[in-house]
């Protein structure tokens, strides 16, 4: 009878983790297991659950955020060789640009930058201002570190890619003067208060305060 339990789980963190999969997939991948075990219950994982699963996901989630857990769920099918059990994910029709609705304008961009500062919220200001002056997403903050700063390009390695993100001068000697007020000497520039790199959750709540 087949069960999920707390070993196969670890098991499969340990796979994940020798794959060199990021922390944020990892963590996301384990989650999604467990909500599939909690959806199961009692039940064997069988295919006919598996769809039944597929359906409930439906009913509960955006179609691509119900796609990523189905993706997680079937990369722990085929670690445990339960291959046989994986689902297919929704089609979705891709947008080819993005909404009006959605998009930042250049007078928000500026009064969200302007109210971190107002509000003295340095490091918010500047995060803001590293993400749209170099494009990089809020998981890559981590690489810019004050070595890539004074270099003035960070190398980004995400999902088994890197590419080279370029440090305007301006925002360069912004970031350089950050770091010398804040005594960062080395490694990632944004931290928290116990000096560990910001997180993505941390970040977007900091951002939706300011939206307010």
């Known amino acids: 009878m087949r069960k999920i339990t707390n070993e196969l789980i670890e098991s499969f963190k340990t796979y994940l ?54 993706a997680a769920v079937n990369a722990f099918f085929r670690f445990l060789g339960w291959g046989e059990l994986c689902i297919k994910q929704f089609k979705i029709q891709r947008k080819a640009f ?8 250049k007078d928000e961009y500026f009064r969200l930058v302007n109210t971190a500062k107002q509000k003295g919220n340095e490091r918010l200001n500047l995060i803001l201002q590293t993400i749209c002056g170099t494009g990089i997403r809020v998981s890559e903050l981590r690489f810019i570190t004050v070595e890539a700063v004074r270099k003035g390009e960070a190398v980004v ?4 890619k890197t590419r080279t993100v370029f440090i305007v001068r301006g ?42």
């Open 98 to 105: 993005c909404s009006e609705k959605r998009e930042l304008t």
């Open 171 to 212: 925002l360069q000697k912004k970031l350089l003067n950050y770091a010398k007020r804040n005594r960062i000497a080395t490694g990632c520039l944004f931290l928290t208060k116990a000096g560990k790199p910001m997180e993505r959750c941390s970040i977007w709540r900091e951002m939706k305060r300011l939206c307010k």
């Open 17 to 70: 983790i020798e794959e060199e999969k990021s922390e944020n997939t990892i963590q996301k991948y384990i989650r999604d297991v467990r909500f599939l075990r909690e959806f199961a219950s009692v039940r064997e994982i069988s295919k006919t659950l598996a769809i039944e699963f597929k359906a409930y996901l439906a009913e509960k989630y955006e179609l691509s955020s119900a796609n990523s857990m189905i």
């Open 157 to 160: 390695s995400c999902k088994n």
